[in-house]
C-alpha cells in the first residue's frame, strides 16, 4: 500500500513521504475499526 503511495510522488522529500505514509496508515487503521464497528452492530 505504502509502496504505491510513494511510487505515485517520487518527488516528495523524505519527511513528506514518511507524514503521508503515517497519515495513510491512520486512515487505513480507523477504517478497520469502522468497519469492524459496522459489522458487530448490523449482527445485533
Sequence with gaps: MFYILGR??????????????NIASNIYERAKDA???YETNRRL
Excluded: R, T, W
Design 8 to 21: 505515485g510522488a517520487p518527488n516528495l522529500d523524505e519527511k513528506s513521504f514518511i507524514l503521508a505514509q
Design 35 to 37: 468497519l469492524c464497528f
